[in-house]
């Protein structure tokens, strides 16, 4: 079976995950980061929705684990709430 072609985002400081299985954002949140910190974005919006939680547990997961992260928080009641993590990411020396 052929693997799907890559998908392109854009890079903008904002990514839906909607659009995502859990197991492929080990992959892509790291991508995505770098990307944005070449671009000097050092602040991400990150978009998992409230459903049952999943997307947003690996999320934090992930942003626990990564050296380019310098904090992350929950939305606020006017940014998405539960629904969406805001990252502080490292400037690149």
């Known amino acids: ?9 854009p890079i903008t400081g904002e990514l839906d995950l909607h659009t995502f299985r859990p197991d492929e954002i080990g992959e892509l949140l790291p991508e995505y980061f770098r990307e944005c910190r070449e671009r000097g974005l050092l602040q991400v919006r990150v978009v998992h929705g409230k459903g049952t939680g999943t997307l947003r547990r ?14 992350f928080r929950s ?3 006017t940014e998405g709430s539960w629904g969406a993590t805001f990252v502080n990411l490292k400037p690149i020396e």
Request: aromatic fraction near 0%.
């Open 1 to 9: 079976m052929k693997e799907p072609d890559p998908v392109e985002h």
């Open 58 to 71: 690996g999320v934090v997961a992930l942003l626990e684990k990564s050296d380019d992260v310098i904090s």
């Open 75 to 77: 939305g606020d009641e």
